[in-house]
């Protein structure tokens, strides 16, 4: 099972063989101790084989010194979710006194091919710490070259909240969102970073101070597609633990009453007016006659249902039937808090 | 226009619904081409299109299969799957290199997969696991993603709960328990989280990690848990959902992580859970099958994430759905699970069991009083113990068969081994995954932890029934049983 070709798919140059390699001359290669019948035992490569070999000699040598860097940008290049050298390369470069910016370059060229891998992006925030504030503005710009080709990728995300918060840059990242979502309304990423900005921007005066124009922002949203989770939940969570504030606010039920009343897509819409039902919301009748017309013949009369709250859920069970049994359970609810 | 053809999409109903009528013959005409996506939509548009409409036609072949050939679709193909998961543990590709720092993953994955099945595995092969699993033991605690790697938390999980799958007291004296708990210390930050390793990432699943070894090890102490909850609450986003680190989206992954720890630490409670059961019922979509995050692509792998957080979320409020509903309970969480089952309910219950399959179990085990763990601290008690035993009354708050649905038809690959979804190709975390979710599925409405479930509530042959697991740990009940007695002195 062997191949000593380096050059299949990963486009690197034709592997010499680090034992012909005059900077690990005296460097002993150390295998790995797998033991006599070892399981879950991968065929490695030959350069695989070799690197490691290698990397764990000077490893467990914790020798600090420019081919243990070389060494392990060798190793990570065929195995760049490795951890123990990632750690062993930060421990080099802090004892070699490293050119951080150089090394931003280095884990630039790991994240190309490996945009989801939590060590490059562990990595990277380390270097950047490193460099402070003035790193700010070239790590916004490579979560945004990643967000070009994955707008969603979990890890660039946490490493941009990360910057903003530990080395700043905040001032175009409202409008940074509000492209993103222009692009892709649906990209519940940007709806999260969304939210991070208003709550925690120190330029912005926080979440009360924000809460009124991004009450009206989400509802455009759920109005040009009211099937779209997220302002739903953005809307929501604007109003986090202001109870009060969130019934009283007339333009959270209109918007639901516009939806109810278009007759499509409306299922986030009953969900949020249950929602407020249960922490007390009185609604008028015009929203009673726009739930009542919704129940379809096989739900009866709506006197059927005890009340309003009865009837959403009755509705969201057959609208909704993959939640069916949680709005059998939010009918208990309502019904043994009444 | 809108996407989605949620109205085209059948997934198994309710109990004893049968399926379609018996036809002539079965139309094996390759599907029609499908029409391009609508113009004018964003890209989570088009690729939820395309997902649906990969779905849509592995469902809708299959709902006009003979009844026969249905049947066999959705039998779980153990010995392939067996198959796989064993050439799986003995050697792998060269292309397996880049999961070369996880093999204690790879380990569990199968070790766990093979339980899940019942398939016992041969004693020489269990003592080659113990003994490399005792190679990538750190000297000072922990254990790393190969012989000679630094100790990581997730590696630790993984080769603690393997080795509890294997049990017997060889595998599980294997584990050095004190350096472990040295490690986990080690490991522990002042803001309650825990580092993955030296100088590694601070995230919500090396609470759990952390935790959920503390936990099954008899080790958890006030140390341990200090403030774990504090970091878990301040990562329960506006959504609902849990993340990773505070600020971030609400994650499949990490929401399961963070509840299963909350359990665990005894302050699930200070969690909104109404609005993290809310958020986590809407992660499952018209294929049947759950996504991690808002928005995102189904994948098989939530069956378990999410199915799992479900399952716990279950235990923790009555859903008292089959008997018509009862009141919501108003007393403690503790007392609700030892009201014992009407006895000759669940003889009638034995009864109609159609096949008794190796696996099933036909007794309940009723927990005989609490255990008493000498060595646990006060405060943090003995939640995991406990919490296996609680009873989801009723209905369960996801939809069971339909996700029992994704999982054997979408993700199943008949020649063995199971995918995120159709078009990827298989591998052992998501046969894993898969697998824990469909147990979680089948047991969900079991009125007792491990009482057998009623033939309609396991979709396919009843013989596709697995063995039932902790629901905190993922790891085969009986085998978390045998642990926690073994570390218990």
């Not at chain 1, 050119?99 to 060590?119: H, I, M, P, S």
């Not at chain 1, 905040?170 to 892709?184: F, G, N, P, S, T």
């Not at chain 1, 009450?215 to 109870?243: F, T």
Request: hydrophobic letters at 35%; aromatic letters at 10%.
């Amino acid at each position: 099972m062997a191949s000593s070709s380096s050059s299949e798919g990963e486009g690197r140059r034709a592997w010499v063989p680090l034992a012909s390699r005059p900077e690990f001359a005296g460097v002993t290669p150390l295998p790995q101790d797998d033991g006599p019948s070892p399981v879950v035992a991968i065929a490695y490569r030959d350069d695989f084989r070799e690197t490691m070999d290698y990397f764990r000699s000077l490893y467990s040598s914790r020798e600090l010194s420019p081919r243990s860097l070389l060494l392990t940008s060798l190793a990570i290049s065929v195995n760049p979710a490795n951890y123990t050298v990632w750690h062993f390369r930060r421990q080099v470069l802090e004892a070699l006194g490293a050119d951080w910016t150089e090394e931003l370059e280095f884990t630039e060229g790991v994240a190309k091919r490996n945009a989801k891998n939590y060590q490059l992006w562990h990595h990277r925030r380390w270097v950047a710490e490193k460099l402070g504030p003035d790193a700010a503005s070239r790590e916004l710009e490579f979560t945004r070259k990643i967000f070009c080709l994955d707008a969603k990728n979990y890890h660039a995300w946490s490493h941009r909240q990360w910057v903003l918060q530990a080395l700043g840059g905040w001032e175009d990242e409202l409008d940074y969102c509000a492209q993103l979502l222009e692009e892709d309304v649906f990209n519940n990423s940007a709806w999260n970073q969304r939210y991070f900005v208003i709550t925690k921007s120190p330029s912005l005066g926080g979440l009360n101070a924000m809460r009124d124009s991004e009450v009206d922002y989400a509802i455009e949203a759920i109005h040009a597609n009211p099937e779209n989770e997220s302002p739903w939940r953005y809307l929501r969570g604007l109003y986090n633990d202001e109870n009060e504030a969130w019934l009283n606010d007339s333009r959270v039920h209109s918007a639901c009453l516009r939806v109810l009343k278009a007759k499509r897509n409306f299922k986030f819409a009953l969900s949020t007016l249950l929602d407020l039902l249960g922490l007390g919301f009185k609604p008028n009748q015009e929203i009673k006659d726009a739930i009542t017309s919704l129940r379809t013949s096989d739900l009866g009369e709506a006197g059927s249902d005890s009340d309003l709250a009865n009837s959403i859920c009755s509705i969201l069970g057959l609208e909704d039937p993959m939640r069916a049994n949680y709005w059998t359970w939010r009918k208990q609810q309502a019904s043994s808090s009444s | 226009m809108p996407i989605g053809i949620a109205a085209s999409f059948r997934f198994a109903g309710p109990r004893k619904e049968k399926k379609k009528k018996k036809l002539g013959g079965a139309r094996m005409e390759p599907p029609p081409p499908p029409p391009p996506p609508p113009l004018g939509t964003t890209v989570t548009q088009r690729d939820q299109w395309t997902v649906e409409q990969e779905v849509g036609r592995i469902y809708s072949f299959f709902a006009q299969l003979p009844p026969a050939a249905q049947s066999f679709a959705l039998e779980v193909q153990r010995d392939n799957h067996i198959e796989y998961l064993t050439r799986g543990l003995r050697g792998l590709a060269p292309s397996f290199g880049s999961l070369d720092a996880s093999r204690p993953w790879i380990c569990y994955w199968i070790i766990h997969s093979l339980a899940l099945l019942g398939e016992p595995i041969d004693a020489e092969l269990e003592e080659s696991i113990i003994d490399f699993l005792s190679r990538c033991q750190d000297p000072s605690g922990g254990y790393g993603g190969g012989p000679g790697q630094l100790p990581h938390l997730a590696t630790t999980y993984a080769a603690v709960n393997s080795l509890i799958t294997l049990g017997g007291s060889r595998s599980l004296s294997s584990i050095n328990r004190d350096k472990v708990h040295n490690f986990l210390r080690q490991m522990k930050q002042p803001s309650g989280g825990f580092r993955m390793h030296d100088g590694g990432e601070i995230d919500v699943r090396a609470c759990y990690t952390a935790i959920s070894v503390a936990s099954t090890l008899n080790i958890l102490d006030d140390e341990l848990a200090e403030k774990v909850g504090d970091f878990i609450l301040s990562c329960q986003t506006y959504e609902g959902g849990i993340a990773g680190e505070p600020g971030s989206e609400a994650h499949g992954g990490y929401t399961f992580c963070g509840l299963a720890t909350m359990i665990l630490i005894n302050e699930v409670d200070r969690l909104d859970l109404s609005r993290l059961i809310d958020w986590v019922v809407f992660r499952q979509g018209v294929e049947c099958g759950f996504q991690g995050r808002v928005n995102k692509l189904v994948d098989g792998c939530y069956s378990f994430w999410q199915g799992g957080a479900c399952a716990l979320l279950q235990k923790l409020h009555p859903f008292g759905l089959s008997e018509g509903g009862e009141d919501e309970s108003t007393d403690s969480i503790d007392s609700s699970l030892y009201a014992a089952s009407n006895v000759s309910e669940q003889e009638e219950q034995e009864n109609n069991l159609e096949s008794a399959s190796p696996q099933v179990d036909g007794t309940c085990q009723f927990k005989q009083g609490g255990p008493q763990s000498a060595s646990c601290s006060e405060n943090t008690g003995n939640a995991s113990y406990n919490f296996h035993e609680r009873c989801a009354e009723g209905g369960s708050l996801f939809n069971s068969s339909a996700l029992q649905q994704y999982i054997l038809l979408c993700s199943q690959l008949p020649e063995g081994g199971f995918r995120d979804k159709p078009g990827k190709f298989r591998d052992f975390y998501h046969t894993c995954y898969c697998l824990s979710g469909l147990t979680v599925c089948q047991y969900s409405r079991s009125k007792h932890a491990d009482s057998p479930p009623l033939p309609w509530d396991v979709v396919g042959p009843y013989s596709n029934l697995l063995e039932p697991i902790h629901p905190l740990h993922n790891v085969v009940l009986s085998k978390y049983q045998e642990a926690n007695e073994f570390f218990a002195g």
